[in-house]
């Protein structure tokens, strides 16, 4: 079986960025949680509903999120398995899709996917559950609790949505 056309080191970059996003998302749970344990534990409150305002529009708070993305299905029983058996068949498509890119244009938004992805099923091999820290808010008005798999993730998802979305971008004749 030949495998023409493929870019190995396309591959590799993939692979090489969702270790990064995966160790920094990883990094920054235990970082914020263990800092959250702390301060509750000054403040002599349970950690679990503390919550420390960084600024007007951004707290970090301790969350565990058993279900899919922005808490949906949080009360499915089996959620772990299910949730994790499905995430990390999303996460080997996409690997599979990086495999055979031929675009340099698509290594970042792969290599996030797969390394939130890869991050969030940590979680929930771990505690059964994915760890959320990222409380945004405006006026009065939350947005989902999420980490740093998360962002990668929509971020990947989001350049990947633009590019099939928008033409692709004309090449100049030669005499433009």
Known sequence: ???KNIKIHYFIAIILIA??????????KRLVFNYIDEISAIENQSSESFAIEINQFLNLAKVWNRG????MFNWAENSRLIFTIL???IALIILIWGFFNRQKKMIVPLGLIVG???GNVLDRLRFGAVVDFVDAHAWGWHWYVFN???AAI???VGVLLLDALLPPARAPKDNE
């Open 87 to 89: 995430q990390s068949f």
């Open 1 to 3: 079986m030949k495998f």
């Open 116 to 118: 939130g992805a890869f």
């Open 154 to 156: 929509v971020c990947g």
């Open 19 to 28: 270790i990064v996003v995966a160790t920094v998302d990883i990094y920054t």
């Open 148 to 150: 740093v798999a998360d």
């Open 68 to 71: 899919i993305s922005f808490g």
